[in-house]
């Protein structure tokens, strides 16, 4: 069955940068559609990025030029490269199977950025 198991996430600075892996098991990560989304406390979640079968990517306004989704397939992962984070990037960061919030997606990483 699908699973995927994400990794990476922490306490970074402001201004620092931290790469988010998820694991995927179960189906082939590049013959999918892949995304991350995250949720900040308190609020619900919010689409950041996909990487489609065709190696297209997609960015949702506040991750342009700062974010960078990859995948490694002999890895069979998915990967999400942040940088110049900010206080409002924390949030715990899911791997989903898809696009979609209601799709397949693992238990998340904790992204803190606080000074």
């Known amino acids: 069955q699908v699973q995927l198991v994400e990794s990476g996430g922490g306490l970074v600075q402001p201004g620092g940068s931290l790469r988010l892996s998820c694991a995927a098991s179960?189906?082939?990560?590049?013959?999918?559609?892949m995304s991350w989304l995250r949720q900040p406390p308190g609020k619900g979640l919010e689409w950041v990025s996909t990487?489609?079968?065709?190696?297209?990517?997609g960015y949702q306004t506040f991750a342009k030029g700062r974010f960078t989704i990859s995948r490694d397939n002999a890895k069979n992962t998915l990967y999400l490269q942040m940088s110049a984070l900010r206080p409002e990037d924390t949030a715990m960061y899911y791997c989903v199977k898809g696009t979609s919030a209601g799709a397949p997606r693992g238990q998340g990483t904790q992204v803190t950025v606080s000074s």
């Open positions: 990487l489609y079968r065709t190696s297209e990517t």
């Open positions: 179960g189906f082939t990560v590049s013959e999918s559609a």
